[in-house]
């Protein structure tokens, strides 16, 4: 019998946190559920990281997954922004880690060459093999389908792990 392992894949932002939960058996990859929490910009930031933390726990109490898995943060130019965002990510692997869940951590490129074989696949490309490899997503903002795309690299790359440790 195969095991089957719920993944819950986070797309970090302040304004925006991408969620998509997907479930692995065998080979065979299917969509549950996908969506974006968000913060409210007028807000001080330390109230707007209470609202991520306190939207992701209900993200893992309605869709309680195994296993979760986080894109990595890019640095950019402006350090303000960097900075915020590494705090809302922040939010993205302490949530999942207050729950007993392990968590996964995914660069961009790895996530996208995963996906779609491309590390500097472009987000139509993406998406186009977000809809091949699970038909029935429904993700109606990019965060959200980044956040599945993550959730299928985690499920490819947990197999590729798990190979490894046996030899």
Same mark, same amino acid.
């Given at each position: 019998m195969t095991e089957r392992v719920r993944i819950l894949g986070l797309d970090p932002g302040l304004r925006n946190t991408g969620w998509g939960v997907i479930t692995v058996e065998g080979t065979k990859l299917s969509y549950v559920a996908c969506g974006v929490v968000t913060s409210d910009g007028?807000?001080?930031? /330390? %109230?707007r990281l209470k609202q991520l933390h306190d939207r992701l726990t209900d993200v893992i109490r309605t869709w309680t997954p195994d296993e979760v898995s986080v894109e990595e943060t890019f640095?950019?130019?402006?350090?303000?922004a960097t900075l915020k965002l590494g705090q809302a990510r922040a939010m993205s692997l302490l949530v999942? /880690? %207050?729950h007993g869940l392990p968590v996964a951590e995914y660069g961009a490129n790895q996530?996208?060459?995963t996906v779609v074989g491309v590390g500097h696949a472009d987000k139509n490309q993406v998406q186009?093999?977000?809809k091949i490899l699970l038909p029935k997503a429904d993700f109606k903002?990019?965060?959200a389908a980044d956040a599945l795309a993550i959730a299928i690299a985690h499920a490819h790359q947990r197999k590729a792990r798990a190979l490894a440790a046996m030899y």
């Open positions: 007028d807000l001080d930031l /330390a %109230l640095v950019n130019k402006d350090a303000q999942p /880690a %207050l996530v996208k060459k186009a093999m977000i903002k990019a965060d």
